[in-house]
């Protein structure tokens, strides 16, 4: 297809769709018909490759999109029939050229075929099975020119502040995240990074590569003939399902809190059940989330599991996602207004990921940004939770991921870490209430008592001297320091 050919399928058809998401509204989401969600999900579809992943990627994003639209995008159909057998079989053939000899058997019926990649079965020379995962011949120039072109129309959009999308920051990331995806050489080496390290007991395999036969556009790797895990449940006992509901959760915590890797797509069609062992595809849109990140969402889900709001809006505070001149004390009163609807339901009644998703989804009103590596960490948590309901529905996803913190923590070591993340915000919040209550005391004593008012304000400057010592010193004599702190704190305040 030319590339006027396609700008003109673009004009007449993707415009219609960007004016249909801009009069949306966060604040009318509820009231969005059925058919209206349903049309705006089969455009994307229409669309093609480059639609279908950008539908996937705003699906993340309910921050800017009504849920429900969120929604309907995370399920959009990336099944699509497989590229002409000769033109992927010389594309195999160009990239890997004379490694192909290694190959003994290549089946021209793809199993799987997605929008960017199909996935053929094959046998190697030492008689292992293997799957050859091989992108579509043209996508990454079609995916490149939807790119420019989308850039040449939204430039062309008539301006609104209606619009609740940023156009251009979408198709920046958007652009971003599928050069990724279009890389299968770096799906290959987070593949191999997310199957090191996991306890065998857990019994989670990941495919193992064949480097001598990956190119970027070429992926080989161990086949697995497993049963969908949805199809499987019900051939599998009581025990069995919960040992694979709490090995999976524990799976997803272990590789998140270690190495900073989300696996973006935890579904039921990447996960298979090979014997008695779950087995975890597709490593295409896996992301990595930084160290500071990793420690702040940690502290976020053990705030929201142990109901503490304290802590669940501090842990967005020091991701810095606070914006403007927010009156933090009112935020936080929003925050636990926003809370409270969840805090007393029962335990294996709370869905976190839907808790989440409504506080992403409130963002925008409160003034608050949410750092985009979260957002894709959001969405995978509710496609696992969905995953872990079909698997083992008669305990909660809470449950399961308390359960599932409590061990990771210990395996990793991270239980010092995290009271000491604790012990950190403690600090944080008492040197706020005592420079709040220190502040009113020396405006109202000043006339009466300015030697008082100094010694309240000579135990907040020593205190901040405590409390610094957290940044300056090696973690190692942190317990020590907080020891310190907490006994120079209890001097302080006696005398």
Same mark, same amino acid.
């Given at each position: 297809?030319?590339? %006027? ?18 009069? %949306? ?58 590229? =002409? ?24 019926? =793809? ?135 709490? !090995? ?17 797509? =935890? ?96 963002? =925008? ?73 220190? !502040? ?41 320091? %907080? ?13």
């Amino acid at each position: 297809m030319g590339i %006027l050919t396609r700008g003109s399928e673009l004009a007449l058809n993707a415009i219609p769709l960007f004016l249909k998401l801009r009069n %949306l509204s966060l604040r009318s989401y509820k009231t969005i018909p059925e058919d209206e969600v349903a049309d705006i999900k089969a455009r994307f579809e229409r669309l093609g490759p480059s639609f279908i992943k950008l539908g996937q990627m705003l699906s993340c994003h309910y921050d800017i999109l009504p849920p429900i639209i969120a929604e309907a995008l995370s399920h959009l159909l990336d099944e699509l029939p497989p590229s =002409p057998t000769d033109k992927v079989l010389n594309l195999v053939n160009k990239e890997l050229g004379t490694s192909m000899n290694e190959v003994t058997f290549w089946d021209p019926n =793809p199993v799987g075929a997605a929008s960017l990649a199909q996935v053929h079965k094959c046998t190697l020379k030492n008689g292992h099975v293997a799957a050859m995962k091989i992108l579509r011949p043209g996508v990454e120039q079609l995916i490149d020119e939807d790119i420019k072109i989308m850039r040449f129309l939204i430039k062309r959009l008539p301006k609104t502040q209606a619009f609740p999308i940023d156009l251009k920051d979408t198709l920046d990331e958007f652009s971003t995240n599928i050069i990724k995806e279009l890389d299968l050489l770096r799906e290959l080496a987070c593949m191999r990074k997310y199957g090191e390290g996991l306890p065998p007991e857990w019994e989670v395999k990941v495919p193992k590569g064949y480097p001598e036969l990956c190119t970027k556009n070429v992926l080989t790797m161990s086949f697995h003939s497993g049963i969908r895990l949805d199809k499987a449940v019900q051939g599998l006992s009581r025990f069995r399902r919960r040992h694979m509901a709490l !090995s999976l959760t524990k799976t997803y915590l272990f590789k998140f809190l270690k190495d900073g890797m989300v696996h973006s797509d =935890p579904h039921f069609g990447n996960i298979l059940i090979d014997e008695n062992s779950l087995v975890l595809l597709d490593y295409g849109a896996t992301c990595f989330l930084s160290e500071k990140i990793r420690r702040k969402s940690m502290l976020l889900f053990w705030g929201l599991l142990r109901r503490d709001v304290s802590l669940v809006y501090s842990s967005l505070a020091s991701l810095g996602v606070i914006q403007g001149h927010v009156d933090p004390l009112a935020l936080e009163n929003e925050i636990y207004d926003f809370l409270e609807d969840y805090l007393h339901r029962p335990l294996g009644q709370l869905s976190l990921p839907d808790m989440l998703k409504d506080l992403i989804s409130q963002s =925008p009103i409160w003034g608050i940004k949410i750092p985009k590596p979260l957002l894709y960490q959001v969405k995978a948590l509710s496609m696992l939770e969905g995953t872990l309901h079909t698997l083992y529905p008669e305990i909660g996803f809470e449950e399961l991921l308390d359960e599932s913190f409590q061990e990771v923590t210990s395996i990793l070591n991270l239980k010092p870490l995290l009271l000491m993340e604790l012990g950190k915000e403690k600090i944080k919040r008492a040197f706020l209430d005592i420079s709040s209550t220190t !502040s009113a005391a020396v405006s109202s004593q000043r006339t009466e008592n300015v030697s008082h008012g100094t010694t309240r304000l000579f135990s907040v400057l020593s205190l901040l001297i405590f409390g610094v010592g957290f940044i300056i010193l090696p973690q190692s004599t942190h317990l020590y320091w %907080l020891a310190l702190w907490l006994f120079a704190s209890a001097f302080t305040i006696r005398r």
